[in-house]
Structure formats: C-alpha cells, structure tokens
C-alpha cells in the first residue's frame, strides 16, 4: 500500500465532513463562530480555544471532530476553518498550527509540610488528606512525568519515588526536618509556582491555605489579612493567561492546632483542606474536556471548588419548542441571535414562560452555583424571573433529544406578556462564590463555633487572587429578543 493510499480514508472522512456541513449551510454554531473570527480578525489563541469548547460541548453534532479518547481533532479543525476561509471574498486564512494542544500534561505536586498540616495524616485518622493527593496523582494517565515537592519556608524536592509516596502511611514522619514547618511563606511557594511552569504543566499546592508568615509577634489580625490579600493580588496580577481551580476537601485532624494570636490546643474532629490547582488556561480547559484527565477537576470527595480567571464566555444555548414548564405560544425564528417571533400568553395568565437547553460546562461552575437563581441578573421590560435545573437522563425524550444533547442545564423564563417588542438579558456574575466567605474567619483561638468548617483568612486569600484574575463582569451573557 503506498502512503497515498493510506491516507485516504482520513482524507475521505474529511471531505464528508466538510460536504455534510456544506450540506447544511454551515450554520452551527462552530462554523458560524469560525467564519466570525475570520471576518473580524479575532483569530488569536483564546478564540481557538473557545471553537475547542464549542466542539467537545457538543459530541453528539461534532463527533466527527473529536478523536476516540474525546478530544479535539486539531488537524480537521484546521481543515475546517481553512475549507471555511477559502469560501470567503476575498479569501481568508488562519494558521492554527500552534494551537495543536499539548497531548501529554506534566503534574508537579507541592505538599505542605507545617505545623499545622502534620495532623490531617495520623495513622488513626481516615486519611482524606493523603487519599485525595493520591487520586490526583492516579487520575493522570501511566507514564505521565510526576514531580513532588515539600514546602514551608521554602520548596524541596520529595526524595523518593512517586510510587514510595503513593504507598506511605505516614508521610509526615517520612519527611520530618524537610524545611522549618513553623512557618509558610505563601508569597515564594506561588512565585516560585508559577516561574517554574512550562507548556503543558499543572501545578498542585496541597495545603491549608492558613497564611502564616515568619515572625508575627504583635502584628494584629486585620493587618495580616490584609497583608495576604495584597500578596495574592500582586503574586497573580504578574502571570496572565494563569487560571486557577481551588478545591475544598473535609479531612479528620487529630494533633495540636496553633492559632495566630492564642494558645496552642489539642483538636479531634473534622477540619477543611485544599488543592489549589495552576496551569495555563489551555491546559486547565483540556483538563476539563480531556477524558484522560476525568476526575482530576470532579473529584467526588470535593466539598466545594471554584475556578478563577474567566471573563465573559459564549454559551451555547437552544431554545426548547416543546417542553413542560412552556405556556403560551412562541415561534424560534432562525437567524442571528434567539428571536421568539409571534408571541402569545397563555390564554388564563397572559404569562409567557419559554426554556433553553445551555451548555454551562465549560465554565467551570459547580451546581450550587449554576442552578441558584440569585446568581444571575435578569433584565427585561416586562419583568421576566429566572429559574435553573441540572439536566438529567430522565428529560430526554424523542421530542426533546436534539435539543438536549450536550447541553448541562434547562433555562427557564417566565414573565407577563404585555409588551409589543421585549428584550431579555440574562447574565451570571461573575463574583467570589458564598462558600469561600462561609468557610472564612476571623478568629481560630478556640475549637468552638464554626471551626471544624472554617479557615483563618480564607476569605481575603482567596479575595486577592479573585482581584487579580477576575476579568469580566458576567460569566456568560445571553440576550432573547421577543416579538408580538
């Protein structure tokens, strides 16, 4: 066989797959985001990626585009946007070629060794510590580079094997006199993080996210706080195109805990850990849409997560023709944009009430936060309320099928109908989630109230890295025309 002939049956499944969406006037939303980009010449590197999450959000249509293990084929995405570009007059290119992905991520671990870390691992605890540290590292596939760190006052290589890590049951013991656990210096470990990463790296900081620096005597509490939020302000503002997943974890500690400003006493009971997890934004979205990497960004034992550096991203969204909770009448008028045309309230309410299928996905929200409507803001002339639910295997039906695929949530609008012409728009804020100011205080001098579900400052921690890497105002921005 030659090696022309080889390539054929690429060649051939590609010029199928070009002439199916030819077929359909290239009017889903992929190619009409490619063609897009291409007119307004927003070919940069973000813009790929958002066509990637178009892709993967979407199986069931652009299967075609995605290879077996579900990522994305970059090569017929090339053949796509270039069969797209050609089409134009004058004609257009875009050279995707550095966007090809990186294929294999490296994981580089950083463990905190200190005071008051050392009793989350004790051999009569249930050990939710080390397991979760464990199951990151097994979450990345076979052969994938693994690299381990102790930190405290400074970063030291772990001097055994991943495999010794994975199996000891007493890590703390194992790497007694590693560093001067007294102390944290948070401001060197994130620099030293994020100057140390290359193409293709996450980055895990295990910790207890207690900021406790060197030599504290007489510093009072507000300053310290505010010392933490304007150190994780500027350490991040410096790193652009960094995003940042940090997720809570629930561990038994069974040890001495050392408060800021009190003394020292014996704790037994629940206590909140984290991962803080770094990578470039690619990589964090290829973590999140890799099947290789599934469970490394879902970890059933996760309490709470929350994932920083997004502006507004676009959400695909359907309109549901037929669905329970619709009343009224409506009619999708296709086009630019969602246009619901000839719109009719229900004959005893006057109220109109309509849904969209939404992938949400892709921004990296968990349910307490997608589906809590006091999220959102809502803008409309008649007054339209939002409510929001998970879509589920029980929704799907024949009718619905098409509609519903590859979508996470149903968004449903219900208002009166008494405007000739109305606009709604639909955004979600983009804020600090409530958990962090939940699982936030101000005091840890005794084990008494909230202490078994807080961490000392986390509020103004987190605070300064949300500051830093906030981008836009809204996650998402959806705008539904309605017509009489």
């Not at 022309?4 to 190619?31: S, V, W």
């Not at 350490?235 to 974890?249: E, I, L, T």
């Not at 029980?394 to 000739?420: I, Q």
Request: proline share 5%; with cysteine; charged share 20%.
């Amino acid at each position: 066989m030659t090696p022309n002939m080889r390539r054929l049956p690429i060649m051939l499944i590609t010029a199928l797959l070009l002439a199916a969406l030819a077929a359909c006037g290239g009017h889903g939303p992929l190619e009409k985001a490619v063609r897009g980009m291409l007119v307004s010449g927003d070919t940069t590197r973000a813009s790929y990626d958002s066509l990637c999450s178009i892709v993967t959000g979407d199986p069931g249509r652009y299967g075609d585009m995605l290879t077996p293990d579900g990522r994305v084929d970059h090569k017929r995405m090339a053949e796509l946007i270039e069969h797209i570009g050609s089409a134009l007059r004058p004609p257009m290119h875009w050279d995707t070629r550095p966007y090809g992905g990186v294929d294999d991520l490296s994981l580089t671990v950083y463990f905190e060794r200190s005071g008051s870390m050392v009793p989350y691992d004790q051999r009569g605890g249930g050990g939710q510590l080390k397991k979760a540290v464990n199951d990151l590292i097994n979450h990345f596939p076979a052969g994938s580079k693994v690299d381990i760190n102790i930190v405290n006052d400074g970063i030291y290589p772990y001097q055994h094997t991943v495999d010794e890590f994975l199996q000891d049951r007493d890590i703390y013991q194992s790497t007694a006199g590693t560093g001067d656990a007294s102390y944290t210096d948070f401001q060197l470990i994130f620099n030293k993080i994020l100057e140390a990463q290359r193409p293709g790296n996450v980055s895990v900081l295990v910790s207890d996210l207690i900021y406790s620096p060197q030599d504290t005597r007489g510093v009072s509490l507000d300053k310290i706080f505010n010392e933490e939020n304007s150190l994780a302000t500027r350490v991040f503002a410096r790193y652009k195109g960094k995003s940042v997943v940090v997720q809570q974890f629930m561990g038994d500690y069974s040890g001495k805990y050392y408060p800021y400003n009190g003394i020292p006493f014996e704790y037994q009971g629940k206590r909140p850990f984290y991962l803080v997890i770094i990578a470039d934004s690619d990589v964090m979205d290829q973590l999140a849409q890799d099947k290789r990497y599934s469970g490394v960004l879902d970890a059933p034992a996760v309490r709470n997560s929350y994932r920083f550096n997004q502006g507004t991203s676009e959400v695909e969204c359907r309109v549901l023709p037929e669905w329970k909770d619709n009343a009224g009448r409506f009619r999708v008028k296709h086009g630019e944009g969602i246009v619901l045309a000839k719109c009719d309230g229900d004959r005893q309410t006057g109220k109109l009430c309509f849904s969209l299928a939404a992938n949400l996905g892709t921004l990296l929200k968990d349910d307490a936060l997608l589906t809590n409507a006091a999220n959102y803001n809502v803008q409309s002339i008649d007054g339209y309320t939002l409510t929001v639910q998970p879509i589920d295997p029980g929704m799907f039906t024949a009718n619905n099928k098409e509609y519903l695929e590859g979508m996470t949530h149903v968004l449903t609008l219900v208002g009166d109908l008494k405007s000739p012409r109305d606009e709604v728009r639909i955004t979600l804020r983009n804020e600090l989630p409530a958990w962090v100011r939940q699982s936030s205080s101000t005091s840890d001098i005794s084990a008494t109230g909230s202490f078994a579900t807080t961490t000392l400052g986390l509020e103004q921690l987190l605070g300064g890295m949300f500051d830093a890497m906030r981008g836009g105002d809204s996650l998402f921005d959806i705008t539904i025309q309605l017509q009489r």
